[in-house]
């Protein structure tokens, strides 16, 4: 197998379009300038200029927006095989910010390259408006939770989309997963205070949904879990 194939970015290209020989040529060659991000660092701040795309080979990121009140709310969980940056690099400066929750290896992207990809290549262009199709249906379903769903019930339907995710790029067992965010940054995803997050964890522990060691989270009922979530995948498919 062609080494490039292995990229978690590559990988999930090929999951929705079969890429071919010249498509994963260029691919090696976009990918090919590699940085490190440290943990807290912030890749991208909020008014940065689009110039680069980074993609994540390994490591977690949050995409926040920070509130005049000092109030943070994360949008979004960034895994490896995500583009930071992508869509939102249509507009001239980041409306996000992106900050590392551990240790990170990026490839660094111009912005000019990797536009000039996707007019020479029309596979992996139409590959990519399936990732920003996916990236609006994760956003559309924190919006639904925030907007509708109960304390409880958001907070289900978002470990069983980490768990989703992580499985899908090899950061998850059938079951099991290590959540990457604190109390307080689950609190930040799903609008709630960081006491309130225990006391849901907590809840669920109890009903023998879940169970939790640190910071590993055991799905052990799955199927209810996804009823009182109202968890339905179909919006994460081949992610």
Known sequence: MNPIRLHPFVARLDRSIRLDGEDLAALEHLLGHR???????DIIVEGYEYKALHVVEEGIAIRYKLL???????????LPGDIIGFPACFYEHAVFSVSAVD??????????????????RANIATALVWFAAREASIYAEHIIGAGRREPLPRLAHFLLEMLTRLQAVGLATETSFAMPLSQEGIGDVVGLSGPHVNRMLAELKGGGLIAVDGHEITVLDRAGLQRLGEFRPAYLASS
Do not use: Y
Request: proline share 3%; net charge positive.
């Open 68 to 78: 005049d009140s000092g109030k943070r709310q994360i949008v979004n969980v960034v």
């Open 103 to 120: 240790r990170m290896s990026l490839s660094h992207v111009p912005l000019d390259a990797f536009t000039a990809l996707c007019l020479q």
């Open 35 to 41: 940085t490190v991000a440290k943990k807290a660092k």
